[in-house]
């Protein structure tokens, strides 16, 4: 039988899956193009596991990934904290819990229409 994942996994998987009798792992190593393409899917994987289980191994699993995409875009973690604080300072955070139900405004906005397309708000 053979199983088809066509994804990026843990370092430690293929060596984990050739170590049991029977099973043996056919994987290659990515370029960065494609790495970086495989790290996308892959938050997205652990932001919806965390979302189905909100557990401290999911949320560890979402922070390996953003890990990853920080070592491999040479971003410092100070840097992404820094820009996090600028952020809350200038918008606030989520602690009061607001939900935002809608908008109403004379014009259009085009800024605002295209953000409300996006296919991942659905």
Do not use: C
């Not at 998987?13 to 990515?30: F, H, S, T």
């Not at 699993?61 to 973690?77: A, G, R, W, Y």
């Not at 600028?86 to 014009?107: A, T």
């Amino acid at each position: 039988m053979k199983y088809i994942y066509n994804k990026l996994v843990r370092d430690k998987i293929p060596q984990e899956i050739n170590n049991v009798e029977g099973r043996k792992a056919d994987y290659r190593i990515l370029n960065d193009e494609e790495y970086i393409k495989e790290l996308d899917k892959k938050l997205l994987e652990e932001a919806h596991e965390f979302i189905e289980e909100h557990s401290i191994e999911e949320l560890g699993d979402l922070m390996e990934v953003i890990f990853s995409i920080m070592k491999l875009e040479k971003i410092e973690t100070n840097e992404v904290e820094k820009s996090r604080i600028d952020k809350k300072n200038k918008k606030g955070g989520f602690d009061n819990k607001i939900y935002l139900n809608f908008v109403e405004q004379d014009k259009p906005d085009e800024k605002e229409e295209q953000e409300l397309k996006k296919e991942w708000r659905n």
